[in-house]
Structure formats: C-alpha cells, structure tokens
C-alpha cells in the first residue's frame, strides 16, 4: 500500500512540473528531439528572438541568432553525437504568459558527457511558450 501511495505522489508530482500546460509540455519534448537531432535552427527556435542562454561555463550568450551560432559549433564540436535528456522539476506561473521552470538535465555520448540543473524563464507569445532565458548549473563532481 505504501509502494502505491509513493507511485501517486510521483505521478502526481510529475503532473503538477507541467501544471496542466501542454504547451510547456511541447516545448520541454521538441528542445530535447531537436537537440538529439543536432538541429541547431530547431533547437533555436525555441527561444525568443531577444532570448539568452549562460553555458555551463558562465558565458552569457543573448539573441537567437547568436544561441544558433553557439550550437552549431557545439554540434560539430564537443556536443558531436551527444544526447540530451531533461528531467523536469517544478514550473510555477508567475503570470498567465510568463512562468518559471527547473529541472535537472543529462548529456551522454560525444565527448561533452555532462549533467547538472537547469532554470528557465518562459514566455508566451503568439501562443506559444519560449524560452526568454536558459541558465544551465553543472554537478560538480563528487556532488549530487
């Protein structure tokens, strides 16, 4: 009974990370298949046009164009056939267009095996959920 219980709370607690939003949801799942497609455009895309990403190195990239460019030498570079898998945690809606995500992600293959946490603030616009700003927190070894 108590297996049961603690299978719900899980259940439960990976339904509320997406808090009803299947567009969250949509653009959680095609950042991940783009990324695995090495799809730099695509993996872009979902960003705003004014978005910015800090690497897990600290570099602070801003603007679409400049995210793509940052991925398509990352494709062709240390991310070569790497996999992304993203874990997602909490999201809270701080208004009806704009919300706040974490989770945890994990690379695996290619040369830039990697893992830590992730924070995201998204904003709907035209419909659509994107990515205003992406900050990516590596596990530092030997800590989890």
Not at 61 to 79: C, H, W
């Amino acid at each position: 009974a108590a297996s049961v219980v603690v299978l719900a709370v899980i259940a439960w607690v990976a339904a509320a990370a997406w808090q009803g939003d299947p567009g969250i949801e949509k653009l959680v799942t095609g950042y991940q298949a783009a990324f695995n497609k090495a799809d730099a455009k695509g993996v872009a895309g979902f960003y705003m046009a004014d978005g910015l990403r800090v690497l897990p190195d600290g570099r602070l990239i801003s603007g679409r164009a400049a995210i793509e460019k940052e991925y398509v030498a990352a494709f062709a570079g240390e991310l070569k056939g790497g996999k992304l898998t993203i874990h997602p945690g909490e999201t809270r809606n701080l208004t009806p267009d704009v919300a706040l995500s974490s989770g945890t992600y994990e690379v695996t293959g290619g040369s830039a095996v990697s893992k830590g946490r992730y924070v995201n603030t998204l904003k709907r616009e035209g419909g659509q959920w994107l990515l205003a700003s992406v900050v990516t927190i590596p596990e530092m070894s030997g800590t989890k």
